[in-house]
């Protein structure tokens, strides 16, 4: 065989090896899909992954976050589980209408997510709530608690001793708004203060991308954000004063309940963690060597967690 043939013939068989391996790779993020949906004239933006006839999993995002903070995990859950990740209004890719054209509550959140699950058809899911999202989903379960299969916490605080000493200026904001503002957006909103919440005192700071930060203060520093943030967060002096109620409903109904908390979090102590216990005595508490933000560092773990629970409460294995 001459030269040119014997390359020719090898170029072919390397090219059917290729299509071969083309033909068998399977991405994990086959499924993930991105959707928008009208909810009372709000564009609302969600996630979704998964067969829609497996079980739900509702994921609520934190502040300043949006769906996009559950991008990891996604592909990690979509072989088994209908996943739903939705933006807040104000937040991510939904709208972001004024304050004086959307009033800017947990309440009101909580009633466009109560209302995009029955649009979406979700009969009944579990909750996996983090940060922002633990206010917006213990008011989704106490309006429908026949729709909570089970809860997962992710360093959202149902109870006071959870609140770290970072939360004395943003107290003293919801005492005097008007002069506190500034020392609020100082504390709260400022490039440190969104890298901080990602870094916490994480002795691993390599191990976190930049970007989560730099994006999210791009999103902060977006036309009206200041107003509508700074309101939503007045608004979440209400969250404080609901907790007894929340952990009335926890220690009421018991549900099999998951926490995954990141302990290098500055603005949540593990205190907070470990507080499910006392309403729920049979809650998983795991602390992860993570942040605020624990999918920066701990997504397989999470991961892991997550499915062990889910197929638990599933009854068959992961």
Same mark, same amino acid.
């Given at each position: 065989?001459?030269? #040119?043939?014997?390359? $020719?013939?090898?170029?072919?068989?390397?090219? !059917?090896? %290729?299509?071969?391996?083309?033909?068998? @790779?399977?991405?994990?993020?086959?499924?993930?899909?991105?959707?928008?949906?009208? %909810?009372?004239? @709000?564009?609302?933006?969600?996630?979704? $992954?998964?067969?829609?006839?497996?079980?739900?999993?509702?994921?609520?995002?934190?502040?300043?976050?949006?769906s996009r903070m559950w991008?990891?995990?996604?592909?990690?859950?979509?072989?088994?589980?209908?996943?739903?990740?939705?933006?807040?209004?104000?937040?991510?890719?939904?709208?972001?209408?004024?304050?004086?054209?959307?009033?800017?509550? +947990?309440?009101?959140?909580?009633?466009?997510?109560?209302?995009?699950?029955?649009?979406?058809?979700?009969?009944?899911?579990?909750?996996?709530?983090?940060?922002?999202?633990?206010?917006?989903?213990?008011?989704?379960?106490l309006a429908h608690p026949?729709?909570?299969?089970?809860? %997962? %916490?992710?360093?959202?605080?149902?109870?006071?001793?959870?609140?770290?000493?970072?939360?004395?200026?943003?107290?003293?904001?919801?005492?005097?708004?008007?002069?506190? /503002?500034?020392?609020?957006?100082?504390?709260? !909103?400022?490039?440190?203060?969104?890298?901080?919440?990602?870094?916490?005192?994480?002795?691993?700071?390599?191990?976190?991308?930049?970007?989560?930060?730099?994006?999210? *203060?791009?999103? /902060?520093?977006?036309?009206?954000?200041?107003?509508?943030? !700074?309101?939503?967060?007045?608004?979440?002096?209400?969250?404080?004063?609901?907790?007894?109620?929340?952990?009335?409903?926890?220690?009421?109904?018991? #549900?099999?309940?998951?926490?995954?908390?990141?302990? *290098?979090?500055?603005?949540?102590?593990?205190?907070?963690?470990?507080?499910?216990?006392?309403?729920? #005595?049979?809650?998983?508490?795991?602390?992860?060597? $993570?942040?605020? +933000?624990?999918?920066?560092?701990?997504?397989?773990?999470?991961?892991?967690?997550?499915?062990?629970? /889910?197929?638990?409460?599933?009854?068959?294995?992961?």
């Amino acid at each position: 065989m001459s030269i #040119p043939a014997a390359l $020719a013939l090898s170029a072919a068989m390397a090219c !059917t090896v %290729i299509q071969a391996s083309a033909q068998e @790779l399977r991405s994990s993020r086959r499924s993930i899909s991105y959707h928008t949906i009208d %909810i009372g004239g @709000l564009k609302t933006f969600y996630r979704e $992954a998964g067969s829609p006839d497996a079980p739900a999993v509702l994921l609520l995002h934190g502040f300043p976050s949006s769906s996009r903070m559950w991008e990891p995990l996604l592909p990690l859950l979509a072989d088994k589980y209908h996943v739903i990740a939705p933006d807040y209004p104000g937040f991510g890719n939904s709208s972001a209408p004024p304050p004086s054209d959307f009033a800017y509550t +947990f309440d009101n959140i909580a009633g466009v997510m109560n209302e995009l699950t029955a649009k979406l058809g979700l009969g009944n899911y579990v909750l996996f709530m983090q940060d922002y999202g633990g206010p917006v989903g213990f008011r989704m379960a106490l309006a429908h608690p026949e729709r909570v299969r089970g809860i %997962i %916490i992710q360093n959202a605080v149902s109870h006071e001793q959870g609140l770290s000493p970072l939360w004395d200026a943003r107290r003293r904001y919801w005492a005097d708004p008007a002069h506190e /503002l500034e020392a609020l957006k100082a504390n709260f !909103t400022s490039l440190a203060a969104t890298r901080q919440r990602h870094l916490g005192s994480s002795p691993h700071p390599e191990r976190y991308d930049p970007d989560t930060w730099g994006d999210e *203060y791009a999103f /902060l520093t977006r036309p009206g954000q200041a107003e509508i943030q !700074t309101t939503l967060f007045l608004d979440y002096r209400t969250n404080v004063a609901s907790y007894p109620k929340w952990q009335e409903w926890l220690r009421k109904t018991r #549900p099999p309940t998951l926490v995954a908390w990141g302990k *290098y979090d500055p603005s949540f102590a593990v205190a907070g963690a470990s507080a499910y216990r006392d309403d729920v #005595p049979a809650a998983e508490v795991h602390l992860l060597d $993570a942040g605020h +933000f624990a999918l920066d560092e701990a997504t397989d773990e999470i991961a892991a967690l997550v499915r062990d629970f /889910l197929a638990r409460l599933d009854g068959h294995k992961g």
